[in-house]
């Protein structure tokens, strides 16, 4: 069947070339993660692949290395890739690219991402030139195809990233028209954290005899995330709780129902003195690019957001997520959760619960076969001090939205150039700069490192989030050069 599991293969003894395990070490990325053993060898193989493994677990590169391997030794013609990755979010698919572009620089091929809210001119040019593997979400690629700007006849290989909220997000008629345009016999991979309902439709139809490697059950078995149940007696406690909660140190990811609820919460913890930013899909897309760069280089340490940002999203050094609003099932539970303790680092995970939402809280947490306690918080309450590092807030409003605010003093220690292959901190401090496990206070960092590190962190973000106020911000600051590890990270 499949070639067999090989846990302690090298990526070398998984069948890569030797061009591309360098670029990795040089990127800080020695060993493969469990789901790359598993599924690195059948995929080069040529085999059609499952992939199941929890967030955090390293799916980029399973079905990235792979993918540019086969693709090596060979150029696109104009307007025709010959790899395709699906996502379901803009800011998943910029994150891919930037994830895979050192490694196909390594082996002399071309990435590129297409995604709405970007000028798409822009990219039927970039098409035009020639892109070996396109990173794509559907409605874009539509779009592109509609203007015989692209044509997927040449794509040899197909990744569906997250497919299942492609499912859940309606993307389903367009995927599989995207696929119907690649060739029968197309090798494809279809990963996520979790694979079913619709998803099965897909690779019944689509997938020839594929091998599944899952490294993990469905449920939340990410083992350095601690779960906890705070209960708020009502909506006005539930605003103050959550206030205290931002206003500590350290990167929080605050998730919503709304795109109104989201732009309000953001709206109130500026005023409270937090400097938060709101993210969701009615955002223009330069304003989700900007908001993406200021959380990851901390220079706004809060994002207040949708589950627009729930799937596939890594940013280095999130260490809290809270569900400020309960998601609306446990699949999205698990996907917002996985923000935080990524690749083996620790996170924690708070759901704010009031009265009213207990008993379907309890339910979706139970089907998520998540362990939690719950504890009743009130405003300055000492547990939720010990759980999520809460804290007072200045009370001392902060003007304009977090993004557009990146000359205000605080962005000192925030918005480093990142990206440029001659600039950038050290990679050695690069690497301490994630405010791993800042959740609660006593695990407070040490002396000394605090988050101005953390630009480093964005190393990727900067590329997408090149606007006139980063620039500003650069000459702000020395250049140094760029995390390689990060930027290949993010
Ligand atoms: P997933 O898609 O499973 O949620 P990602 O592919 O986004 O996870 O990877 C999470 C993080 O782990 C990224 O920062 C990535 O660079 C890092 N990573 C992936 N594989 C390895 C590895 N073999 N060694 C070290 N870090 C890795
Ligand atoms: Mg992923």
Known sequence: MSTSPRPDATFAELGLPVALVQTLRNAGI???????????GDALAGRDVLGRGPTGSGKTLAF????????????????????????????????????LDEAALSLGLRVASVVGGAPIKRQADRLARGVDLLIATPGRLDDLIKQ??????????????????????????????????????????????????????LVKRYLNNPVTHSTAPAEASVTTMTHHLLYVRDKNIKRTVATEIAARDGLTIMFVRTKHGADRLAK??????????????????NNRVRTLAAFADGSVPVLVTTDVAARGIHIDGVSLVVHFDPPAEHKAYL?????????????VVVTLVTDEERKDVAAMTRKAGVQTDGVE???????????????????????????TQVNAPKSANGGRPRRGRSGGAPASEAAQGHSRGAGAPRRERPAGESRSRKPAGAGGHARSGDTPTNSRRRAARPAAPAARRNRSAN
Do not use: C, N, Y
Not at 158 to 183: K, N
């Open 30 to 40: 020695e060993k493969p993660f469990p789901i790359q053993a598993a599924t690195i």
């Open 64 to 99: 990235g290395l792979p993918m540019l391997t086969r693709l090596t030794g060979a150029s696109a013609k104009p307007g025709r890739p010959r790899g395709l990755v699906l996502v379901p979010t803009r800011e998943l698919a910029t994150q891919i690219e930037r994830a």
């Open 148 to 201: 015989r700007a692209a044509d997927l006849s040449d794509v040899m290989i197909t990744a569906l990233d997250e497919a299942d909220h492609m499912a859940d997000m309606g993307f389903l008629p367009q995927v599989t028209r995207l696929l119907d345009r690649t060739p029968k016999d197309g090798q494809r991979l279809l990963f996520s954290a979790t694979l079913d309902g619709d998803v099965d439709k």
């Open 268 to 285: 109130q913890l500026r005023g409270a003195g937090v400097d938060a930013g709101s993210l969701h899909g009615g955002k223009a897309q």
């Open 335 to 347: 996907h917002r959760a996985g923000r935080t303790a990524r690749a083996g680092e620790d996170g």
């Open 377 to 403: 918080v009130r405003p300055g309450d000492r547990k939720l001090v010990e759980i999520t590092g809460a804290r007072k807030p200045s009370g001392i409003a902060l003007a304009a939205p977090a993004p």
